[in-house]
């Protein structure tokens, strides 16, 4: 254990905490950013910083503080207890149970630095930019390219006992440009991001590719307010399960506030949905051998042919359910749907006519009732194939009736994500055009 929490841990015990725990997180980062070949901005990230929460009895008090000093975790400590003193109780209030801590910290592979210094990070997103640039005569404007490296250590303890360190690296590339014909602009982008900077698509591959998607836009067109299928691209996919997770967690179920409220053990997905918790994967974005209270994270199925088998709890919202905690608190670890063995080209064709949606935009979800509203853009289909570019639209519905009525899940997955989808089929949505 670092002298650091241990001093934290054992202040806590001294002025009187009952439990307490302690982190430290570390992180470093550069970011570049360049648009029409020129340097917009370079900015160097380094943090730091000690949180330290304390139990007197069933009062809670925290703090942080970015002086790791004696005399700064000292000042932390006092300042903890002294919130808790003043606080009033909850008997929901305390450390995660002792025997679910973690015991177990298998090598996850998560922390591959990139040896990359602003002069050469300043030349990938030249190339990226340059050869989105390079696509069509059409693309005349470039909202820019970036490149983005950090690196994370954090260590947590606790009073139970526990102590666990875990370190980890994000690295992305992406570009975005304006492409003109007429009076008319359309802009798009494309990114990619890893653990590993080897498993980076090329800035080539990128801008390339955010070149051809920006032109492919033009065109675009308003279509009648009809009924239709729709058909969601894996980046957006995903986040129609991150409603769903939003819907099954501890929070939203204790405070009755979620859709999915009473709906466990009966089905809420089309029986093609599973989708599992996997935390242990070797390189995951989401990957953790615990959780935010130290808890072992396991993996999970968490709706089984469209069944919902369980939730997502912190120690804190399982004993206001009544339950125990899933080893969820800080979130989903890796959920991984199941998916087809078609790709999004026969996903098109099997939509026969409909949408494809490439761009949400807004945020008119409703995590109590469900209602789903929020504007759009994509691609118009007729009999199987892309006919043309549409935009200003919005696309409606009900989560519940959206989930149900999943049709299909493609094999487009992106392996680089904390969810792992391909292209989602909807037989039937709402959308709202001229």
């Not at 000093?69 to 002294?82: E, N």
């Not at 303890?157 to 690295?171: D, E, L, M, P, V």
């Not at 492409?179 to 494309?190: H, K």
Request: aromatic share 6%; proline share 3%; glycine share 12%.
């Amino acid at each position: 254990m670092s002298p650091q929490l241990m001093q934290a841990l054992e202040s806590a015990k001294r002025a009187g905490a009952t439990q307490a725990e302690a982190s430290i997180s570390i992180s470093r980062g550069l970011t570049v950013g360049v648009r029409k070949g020129e340097v917009e901005s370079v900015e160097f990230q380094h943090d730091r910083d000690m949180g330290i929460t304390v139990y007197f009895g069933q009062r809670k008090g925290n703090a942080s503080t970015g002086d790791l000093s004696a005399d700064g975790i000292a000042q932390a400590v006092a300042a903890a207890c002294a919130i808790a003193k003043v606080t009033g109780e909850d008997p929901c209030n305390g450390l995660a149970d002792a025997s679910l801590m973690a015991t177990l910290f298998p090598d996850l592979d998560l922390d591959h630095p990139w040896d990359i210094n602003a002069e050469s990070a300043v030349d990938l997103a030249r190339e990226c930019e340059a050869a989105a640039l390079a696509v069509d005569a059409r693309i005349t404007q470039s909202e820019g390219a970036s490149v983005n490296t950090h690196r994370g250590v954090s260590m947590m303890a606790n009073t139970h006992g526990f102590f666990g360190g875990r370190s980890g690296t994000q690295h992305s590339l992406s570009c975005a440009v304006i492409a003109t014909q007429a009076e008319e602009m359309q802009r798009d982008y494309w990114y990619s991001n890893a653990r590993r900077a080897s498993d980076l698509m090329s800035a080539q591959e990128i801008g390339r590719k955010a070149g051809e998607r920006t032109v492919a836009r033009l065109g675009a067109r308003k279509i009648e307010t009809q009924q239709a299928p729709v058909l969601f691209v894996p980046e957006l996919a995903r986040g129609l399960f991150g409603h769903f997770a939003g819907a099954i967690s501890g929070g939203s179920l204790y405070r009755k506030a979620t859709f999915l409220l009473d709906k466990l053990g009966q089905p809420v997905f089309s029986p093609l949905v599973t989708l599992t918790q996997q935390p242990l994967i070797l390189r995951g974005a989401g990957s953790s051998a615990y959780d935010n209270e130290g808890v072992a994270t396991s993996e999970r199925v968490l709706v089984d042919q469209g069944v919902l088998q369980g939730w997502l709890l912190g120690s804190y919202s399982a004993r206001k359910l009544g339950l125990q905690t899933t080893g969820n608190a800080g979130g989903i670890f890796n959920l991984i749907a199941k998916t087809g063995d078609k790709d999004f080209k026969q996903l098109v064709s099997d939509m026969g006519t409909g949408l494809i949606v490439t761009e949400l935009m807004g945020q008119g979800v409703n995590g109590v009732t469900g209602d789903y509203s929020r504007g759009a853009a994509g691609f118009w289909v007729e009999n199987g194939e892309i006919a043309y570019p549409v935009q200003e639209l919005t696309i409606a519905g009900n989560l519940l009736e959206i989930f149900m009525g999943i049709q299909a899940i493609g094999n487009d997955i992106d392996p680089f994500s904390n969810t792992r989808t391909g292209s989602i089929l909807i037989d039937r949505m709402t959308i709202a055009g001229s």
